[in-house]
């Protein structure tokens, strides 16, 4: 797993020089707060202390050099060239970030850079969003453009993915890489961009369960749910479905389609278990906050259907455990990973057991670790 070192390193030795620019984004783990942010909703993600790094140097030409270690890729094109099928598939951000600052009138030159990540790809701890950011900082602090804040930031790694990429997010994981903060969970209002930080109680460890089932946003039902939930929101008349009320849900929910009640059920009622965990997480009451993980869990599954096999297994091992709190899948779903709350004092025989139970279970090899809140992205002059 690449770090900051590894990147310089790989610079130093394949540009034939040091690199002028180091950039950093981490990726993040959604503690609660599932498949609202696209509908103006409330998010609780933290940024992990597992990050994409960046080096990159001015080249004299109008080359691009992308060098990425995870994929063993080196590559040139000239600047302008973004689109087209001749570019390698894992070029797409750095590409789509380039092709961006253009359509906003910076003028870019050329530059050479080395990628290296040590977030999985396609597990569920947003590898593309903190790839993303990395590269948006390295290029504005080379180009010394500094007139972004950090949620203008995320929402021009979102505009990649909408406009260059093709994948309808939302904002909540651009958002987490670039204004999270270390010691901090961010509780994100997705309609303002507003955040709050929020302490997780320092008697508890958050550990990030891999299923080792890879999940490809893209291809599955993503979009699909995203448009059930503007059907809803529609047919109540509201702006989005955080402007329903969960009082209101008796009242509404049956004037619906039975699979959009499904689909709105889930999103109201998450975004109130959401602002409710928060509430207990400030008043240290690690047994809600865990009840609200474990709600949000069987909602995903049973309303939101975004849930499968393997994210059902670990969860339920995982909630079994002495000491833990709660747990959820997190992301997307259809895969990816599962995030649970754990007594600090058992972290290490709740991996111990979990993780093998899964695998009998499954025939998969699950990565669980235990992750601490870290500093949002950034570049610096060497
Ligand atoms: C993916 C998207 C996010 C969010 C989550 C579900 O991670 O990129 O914007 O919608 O799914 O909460």
Redesign the pocket.
């Known amino acids: 797993m690449p770090d900051e070192r590894a990147v310089r390193e790989a610079f130093a030795a394949r540009i034939g020089h040091e690199p002028r620019v180091i950039a950093q984004a981490p990726g993040r783990i ?1 503690l609660i707060g ?5 509908n103006d909703g409330f ?1 609780l993600p933290m940024s992990i202390d597992r990050a994409t790094h960046l080096a990159l140097a001015p080249r004299q030409d109008d080359q691009v050099r992308v060098i990425s270690l995870d994929f063993n890729g080196d590559t040139t094109f000239t600047l302008g060239d973004w689109r087209g099928d001749h570019h390698p598939h894992w070029t797409r951000y750095p590409r789509g970030v380039m092709w961006l600052l253009g359509e906003k009138g910076h003028t870019l030159g050329g530059v050479d850079m080395v990628l290296g990540s040590e977030l999985p790809i396609g597990a569920g701890v ?1 590898s593309s969003a903190s790839v993303e950011m990395a590269v948006l900082e390295g290029l504005l602090a080379l180009h010394r453009v500094d007139q972004y804040s950090q949620a203008e930031k995320a929402l021009m790694g979102v505009e990649v993915e909408h406009r260059f990429v093709g994948m309808p ?5 651009q958002m987490a890489s670039a204004a999270g903060d270390a010691g901090h969970a961010l509780l994100i209002d997705c309609r303002s961009l507003e955040t709050e930080l929020v302490s997780i109680p320092p008697s508890a460890v958050v550990i990030v369960m891999d299923t080792a089932k890879k999940r490809g ?1 893209v291809d599955s039902e ?1 979009g699909l749910r995203r448009q059930q939930c503007e059907e809803g929101a529609r047919l109540l008349g509201v702006k989005a479905l955080r402007d329903v009320a969960e009082a209101d849900l008796g009242r509404l929910l049956p004037t619906l389609p039975p699979i959009i009640q499904k689909r709105v059920r889930h999103v109201v009622t998450e975004d109130a278990r959401t602002l409710a965990a928060v509430q207990a997480l400030r008043t240290g009451d690690l047994a809600t906050t865990g009840r609200l993980f474990n709600e949000s869990h069987a909602s995903l599954r049973d309303d939101y259907e975004v849930s499968c096999r393997e994210l059902d297994t670990i969860v339920a091992l995982a909630q079994a455990r002495p000491g833990c709190y709660g747990a959820r899948m997190s ?2 779903g259809f895969g990816g990973c599962a995030v649970a709350l754990v007594d600090r004092a058992v972290g290490d025989s709740f991996i111990a057991a979990v993780a093998p139970a899964y695998q009998e279970a499954t025939g998969l090899t699950p990565d669980l670790y235990p992750v601490i809140p870290a500093p949002g992205s950034s570049a610096r002059w060497l």
């Not at 599932?34 to 696209?38: A, C, G, I, Q, V």
């Not at 997010?169 to 994981?173: A, S």
């Open positions: 959604n599932e498949h609202t942010d696209y998010v947003s997010c939302g904002v909540m994981d946003l993503y992301g997307g």
